[in-house]
């Protein structure tokens, strides 16, 4: 059964293989063509100075020796995605005079376009058989090479294999004290290293120094022991609060104790001793009271505060004098607690 399929040199390929071996010189294969045929299976001739019906031409994208016969070739083109809309029935190889040099058929494929619904990368081989491979010499522009999968794996396949496949990258660890030091400019910093090196750069602050501080706890805020600590706004009015009116008190926060002063109106009854209602019930506990005349007049009373009987929300209060027994009138207030 004759072969139907195969690739032959054509007559200027045999010639200029013929001399390069013979004066010791190589062959530069640069071009790879297909073609459609013009509609029919060709047979190559070795005659034939270029394809029945050429559709595309592009540089090689490699050209190497078969590694399982070293008398052979494989010359590969790869057509882009976004060529195509015809059929491939032929290829030829070009030198780099733009000679055809090779010539092959192969089993009808048809090549789509994106734009037809379907489209895909092709990849085309021709594998020759010469006298001598070192005859053979590939002439590319590299711009326009691509990897084929089959490349790509394999120099994975060896950089995964290799016990050091970054030798520009640094791989000894700083150490702790290197770190720190910050003189080395050789070995590499791990994130702990990194942190070490921070850490011991920043300085704690002092009056004279600017540096960095641990922000205080509210105990050690409320103790004003510690120097060396910081204070926040929000601990530093931690505890604080005011009400301004006729009625009112303010609280001091806690790193001042935690006072409470409150003020106001109360008017006395003439049936004796009655309670005041704070403006704000002191969550500890009354320290002292004091009560006076609010306002100027001619009578003359002595204000009452039972202390002894007032709670943490009201204050006891009355006024007295001895002629006409309690009476009723306005009274300034101002009490202190916690």
Request: overall charge neutral.
């Amino acid at each position: 059964m004759s072969q139907t399929y195969f690739a032959i040199l054509t007559d200027r390929g045999e010639a200029k293989l013929a001399n390069a071996q013979a004066l010791g010189t190589q062959v530069q294969y640069s071009h790879m063509a297909v073609g459609d045929g013009n509609g029919n299976l060709p047979v190559p001739d070795r005659l034939q100075p270029a394809l029945v019906r050429e559709q595309y031409r592009a540089g090689l994208n490699e050209l190497k020796p078969d590694p399982l016969n070293a008398s052979q070739i494989i010359a590969e083109l790869v057509i882009p995605e976004g060529v195509g809309g015809w059929w491939i029935r032929e290829m030829g190889l070009y030198d780099a005079d733009g000679d055809l040099v090779a010539v092959a058929n192969c089993p009808p494929s048809y090549k789509p376009l994106l734009a037809e619904g379907s489209g895909r990368t092709q990849v085309l081989r021709m594998v020759l058989i010469v006298s001598s491979t070192a005859a053979v010499q590939l002439k590319i522009d590299p711009t326009v090479v691509l990897a084929t999968r089959a490349y790509a794996d394999s120099l994975i396949a060896v950089h995964m294999l290799s016990a050091d496949p970054h030798p520009q990258y640094k791989t000894e660890v700083a150490t702790q004290a290197e770190a720190e030091a910050g003189a080395n400019n050789v070995k590499r910093m791990t994130p702990l290293r990194v942190f070490q090196a921070m850490r011991s750069a920043a300085a704690l602050a002092t009056e004279a120094l600017r540096g960095v501080l641990r922000v205080g706890t509210q105990a050690e805020v409320d103790a004003g022991a510690l120097d060396d600590v910081a204070v926040t706004p929000k601990k530093l009015r931690w505890g604080f609060s005011i009400s301004i009116g006729q009625n009112g008190y303010i609280v001091l926060p806690t790193w001042l104790g935690g006072l409470i002063f409150q003020w106001g109106t109360a008017t006395t009854s003439a049936g004796g001793i009655t309670g005041w209602t704070l403006p704000l019930a002191f969550p500890t506990g009354m320290l002292h009271a004091y009560a006076t005349l609010q306002a100027a007049s001619s009578i003359i009373a002595t204000p009452i505060v039972n202390k002894g009987a007032s709670t943490q929300s009201t204050l006891q209060i009355g006024l007295s004098n001895n002629a006409n027994g309690w009476l009723s009138h306005p009274l300034s207030v101002f009490v202190v607690g916690h």
